[in-house]
């Protein structure tokens, strides 16, 4: 039996979605910045459109990664789906060690 994953108040679609929206926006806005700041080209101003720019990409990154570990439960969900044996009578999904199908109760031998 799988074990259920931990809920938190945001789905990961939504987490997702905040995460590229936020990654998105501050990378957009950071290159918007830097034109006025190099216009302007005071030292400070430079700082600020290239840390908003570093923290979109953060996003971004953080994300990428986040899929990536989704990504790899879901294959491993898969991979124990298809550990389960068939049966050869009549085709329910048996546990590897089931000594008996689940489905008709013939022997998994
Ligand atoms: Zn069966």
């Given at each position: 039996?799988?074990?259920?994953?931990?809920?938190?108040?945001?789905?990961p679609?939504?987490?997702?979605?905040?995460?590229?929206?936020?990654?998105?926006?501050?990378?957009?806005?950071?290159?918007?910045?830097?034109?006025?700041?190099?216009?302007?080209?005071?030292?400070?101003?430079?700082?600020?459109?290239?840390?908003?720019?570093?923290?979109?990409?953060?996003?971004?990154?953080?994300?990428?990664?986040?899929?990536?570990?989704?990504?790899?439960?879901?294959?491993?969900?898969?991979?124990?789906?298809?550990?389960?044996?068939?049966?050869?009578?009549?085709g329910?999904?048996?546990?590897?060690?089931?000594?008996?199908?689940?489905?008709?109760?013939?022997?998994?031998?």
């Open positions: 039996m799988a074990k259920a994953m931990p809920t938190t108040v945001l789905g679609e939504a987490t997702d979605a905040m995460l590229l929206g936020f990654g998105m926006m501050a990378l957009m806005f950071g290159f918007l910045l830097i034109l006025p700041a190099a216009l302007i080209s005071d030292h400070f101003l430079w700082e600020l459109p290239v840390g908003v720019s570093a923290i979109g990409v953060l996003l971004l990154v953080v994300r990428h990664f986040m899929i990536k570990s989704r990504v790899k439960t879901i294959e491993k969900k898969i991979e124990e789906k298809e550990a389960k044996v068939r049966c050869r009578y009549c329910s999904l048996n546990e590897q060690k089931a000594q008996k199908c689940i489905g008709c109760g013939a022997p998994m031998t």
